[in-house]
């Protein structure tokens, strides 16, 4: 079993990657497509934020975006073309931030037991495993995304290298 030190240690690995990998990307920028099958940094990060609230809803914790929200950025949901289509990158940046904040917290006080609960992330459709497992999932194909920001970082045309 994982336990909340080692997944707070995985959490704000995670976070500040990200943070370095999005730094100084607009708006528009986070909408470039890739010229291969892919999606835009708007929606890596948003799906990030989505997933993380499978986070949220297993730890009990307040949510930062609605279902809808949460949709528009699921795995398998369309590539965002229009802008119109898109949430704002400064939300989805500060959501991210939210969310980081809320689940921080709760490992700060959760328990071994807390980690050892059966739980099935909302809107996936498996059998339950420990609470901690699925922590440990989910925050694995956050890292997955990590290395999609990386690349999309170089496609917005910032042509340096924050990872070194």
Not at 3 to 32: C, K, P, W, Y
Request: hydrophobic share 45%.
């Amino acid at each position: 079993m994982i336990d909340a030190e080692s997944l707070t240690m995985i959490l704000q690995r995670n976070f500040g990657v990200i943070m370095m990998q999005i730094d100084g990307i607009t708006h528009e920028e986070s909408l470039i497509q890739p010229p291969f099958f892919g999606n835009c940094m708007n929606w890596v990060l948003g799906h990030m934020v989505m997933s993380r609230e499978r986070i949220l809803i297993m730890i009990g914790a307040p949510r930062v975006w609605t279902q809808e929200q949460c949709d528009r950025y699921e795995r398998g949901s369309q590539p965002i073309i229009d802008p119109q289509d898109a949430l704002p990158f400064d939300k989805i940046v500060a959501d991210f931030k939210t969310a980081q904040e809320r689940i921080l917290d709760w490992f700060k006080t959760c328990t071994p037991g807390d980690l050892a609960v059966e739980a099935v992330p909302h809107h996936i459709p498996t059998d339950s495993a420990p609470r901690w497992d699925w922590l440990e999932f989910l925050l694995w194909h956050e890292a997955y995304h990590i290395g999609n920001l990386e690349l999309l970082r170089q496609l917005a045309g910032k042509n340096d290298k924050v990872i070194g």
